[in-house]
């Protein structure tokens, strides 16, 4: 199985602050990578697929980048809204495997 | 509106089963991979199923193999997962999830299939305890 690894696994931060999100992946991935955000008792929502596209109706302050092993979610300039935690999952192969979560707390 | 709509969790005990369905609305049901993911109390989301869009081809985590079953119905614009010998460590929420796809040209092979969650139920919950 691909294990997925994440980093930080929390952080604090102001509003207007950018942010970034490390996920690191056991084995190469191409760009089979997703970032979703989850708030507290809600669904997870994509944000990214495919490495770097922004799904549709996601602000442009997010971002990814990032192909093989090592990928990055980035929110430019954090905005109250964007307090949650978010996930990266492969779907290179299955079993799909998600990152532990990164939680984005209010400094 | 595009909409899924999970229901039949609830409290089990040990060894028990339960049948979870997950009613979809708003777009061609057929035409979309089918997903359950899972969120045990304060944990991260683990993938459980996938389902193709006939029903050919079925994929499990190791964790519920030979425990768990996934069907649907296209007709009724559903998809099912059966839950057998369920343990405390199935104690979830249990999500269902569209997969969509973007399918990309490659030199070396036919084409490259991205596969991603878009759109997710609100979730129903299990708990397995005597």
């Known amino acids: 199985d691909i294990q997925m690894t994440q980093s930080p696994s929390s952080l604090s931060a102001s509003v207007g602050d950018r942010v970034t999100i490390t996920c690191r992946a056991s084995?190469?991935?191409?760009?089979?990578l997703n970032w979703y955000q989850q708030k507290p008792g809600k669904a997870p929502k994509v944000l990214i697929y495919?490495?770097?596209s922004l799904q549709s109706g996601v602000p442009s302050r997010f971002s990814g980048s990032g192909s093989g092993t090592e990928f990055t979610l980035a929110i430019s300039s954090l905005q109250p809204e964007d307090f949650a935690t978010y996930f990266c999952?492969?779907?290179?192969?299955?079993?799909?495997?998600f990152g532990q979560g990164t939680k984005v707390e209010i400094k | 509106e595009v909409q899924l709509v999970e229901s039949g969790g609830g409290l089990v005990q040990p060894g028990g089963s339960l049948r979870l369905s997950c009613a979809a609305s708003?777009?061609?049901?057929?035409?979309?991979?089918m997903s359950w993911v899972r969120q045990a109390p304060g944990k991260g989301l683990e993938w459980v199923a996938n389902?193709?869009?006939?029903?050919?081809?079925?994929d499990f985590v190791d964790s519920v193999k030979g425990r768990f079953t996934i069907s649907r119905d296209n007709g009724k614009n559903s998809v099912y997962l059966q839950m057998n010998s369920l343990r405390a460590e199935d104690t979830a929420v249990y999500y269902c999830?569209?997969?969509?796809?973007?399918?990309?040209?490659?030199?070396?092979?036919?084409?490259?299939?991205?596969?991603?969650?878009?759109?997710w139920g609100r979730g129903t919950t299990v708990t397995v305890s005597s």
């Open positions: 999830a569209r997969v969509s796809v973007v399918v990309v040209p490659a030199a070396q092979q036919p084409y490259y299939y991205y596969y991603y969650m878009d759109v």
């Open positions: 708003g777009f061609t049901f057929s035409s979309y991979l």
């Open positions: 389902i193709k869009q006939d029903g050919s081809e079925k």
């Open positions: 084995q190469s991935i191409n760009i089979y």
């Open positions: 495919a490495a770097s």
């Open positions: 999952q492969q779907s290179y192969s299955t079993p799909w495997t």
